[in-house]
């Protein structure tokens, strides 16, 4: 596993707003506190989110950005691009691969953070069908995509766009984590990012005792002493 020193960039690439921030806020904010520059990159504008019937469908894609970005600048991010999927029919397709393989080669991160391609079983919730494709075109991008120079002519050819590999990934919402980050140091400024997302979050009343709850099962099954809060990661190499 890479050491943080070792990282300058970091891209996290996710099928919605939000998304970052529920799986992975706090290890985010360390990363931007150590001086990594972390850029997003999201699928869709979560156009097929929102609880509140009062608010028009056609304005949502915009609330939802805003609230990205300002989710995104509590922990420090302030590269957010957004890839305009429509919400709720994401798939692995040949386009979103090329797209996401173009950012990966115009960011050129040491680290990218993906959403899980595998479903996982005893978290149903987590594995929305737009976080596996996500996930899927994420990996493919990083492997091979992005890195085979003879992948999407188009970047190299149209763009000028280099072939870049990315060296370590960390994947969210894995059934088979083999890292955690303790993030209880930062758990307010995870909550920030995650009230940002008013549009999804402001009728949560419980949210901040879900958190602790679920976060103080993570650092439990990490091993980490009680009162202790963590996010999880499956890191592989991709070296
Ligand atoms: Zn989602």
Redesign the pocket.
């Known amino acids: 596993m890479l050491d943080d020193s070792e990282i300058e960039r970091v891209l996290v690439m996710?099928?919605?707003p939000?998304?970052v921030d529920f799986g992975a806020a706090g290890t985010v904010s360390l990363w931007s506190a150590a001086g990594i520059e972390v850029t997003y990159c999201i699928c869709t504008d979560g156009d097929a989110g929102g609880f509140d019937p009062a608010v028009d469908r056609a304005d949502i894609p915009g609330i939802r950005r805003e609230e990205q970005r300002a989710a995104a600048k509590a922990v420090g991010v302030e590269d957010v691009r957004f890839l305009g999927y429509p919400d709720g029919r994401l798939l692995s397709s040949i386009e979103l691969r090329r797209d996401l393989s173009r950012v990966i080669r115009q960011v050129r991160p040491q680290r990218a953070l993906i959403q899980s391609p595998d479903r996982n079983w005893a978290r149903v919730g987590a594995s929305?069908p737009?976080?596996l494709a996500s996930g899927e075109a994420a990996m493919a991008a990083i492997y091979p995509d992005a890195r085979n120079p003879f992948a999407h002519p188009e970047l190299l050819r149209d763009e000028g766009l280099e072939d870049w590999a990315v060296a370590e990934t960390w994947v969210m919402a894995h059934p088979d984590n083999n890292h955690h980050v303790d993030i209880t140091d930062v758990f307010d400024t995870k909550m920030a990012a995650l009230m940002a997302h008013e549009s999804q979050t402001a009728h949560m009343d419980d949210l901040q005792d879900r958190l602790l709850q679920w976060y103080g099962a993570n650092a439990a099954a990490a091993g980490l002493p009680d009162g202790r809060l963590a996010e999880r990661f499956l890191v592989v190499s991709t070296a």
């Open positions: 996710t099928a919605h939000d998304d929305h737009d976080h």
